[in-house]
């Protein structure tokens, strides 16, 4: 049962990572340390959502590797991410130019208990421009999952690939 101090070292935590993130006022290891101690007390139960409130501020500030840490621990404790999850980390390792890791969380969303949904393949299609046999392989996926949509497919001279 949770007592009205481990409620309020719990909001503590949120606010931390909703706000100080983006103010700078807290760092990322402070965040993480808060974190563990929580996990270590009597009453800790996994939760999802403070997961994702964790995670999705470590991937926004481009901390990939505390991020997809978290995001073990997470797994471990039979906790699935969410699609909004999935996009951000997708995103995070696009933008750090990691398609691979990319793709590696893509086969992960494929295997969630939950059906996916449009925007991270969208995101993905986007971001392996450069990497058409990824591209395609996520492309077939997409039409199969969404045979009303349609995927755009740019000129290949405005990316230079020809």
Not at 79 to 101: C, K, V, W
Request: net charge negative; aromatic share 12%.
């Amino acid at each position: 049962m949770l007592t009205s101090r481990s409620v309020y070292l719990l909001s503590c935590v949120i606010y931390a990572v909703e706000v100080g993130y983006f103010l700078g006022l807290v760092s990322n290891l402070l965040i993480l340390q808060i974190f563990r101690v929580i996990q270590k007390q009597d009453w800790y139960k996994p939760d999802v959502y403070l997961y994702k409130d964790l995670i999705m501020a470590l991937l926004k500030t481009g901390k990939m590797e505390e991020a997809m840490k978290l995001w073990e621990d997470m797994r471990n404790e039979d906790l699935f991410p969410d699609s909004q999850m999935y996009t951000e980390a997708i995103r995070g390792y696009l933008r750090d130019g990691s398609p691979a890791d990319a793709m590696n969380i893509y086969e992960d969303m494929k295997k969630s208990p939950d059906p996916p949904e449009e925007l991270p393949f969208r995101i993905l299609l986007k971001g392996l421009l450069p990497h058409p046999l990824l591209r395609n392989r996520v492309k077939q996926d997409y039409e199969e999952l969404f045979p009303e949509k349609h995927v755009y497919d740019p000129p290949e001279e405005i990316f230079g690939m020809l």
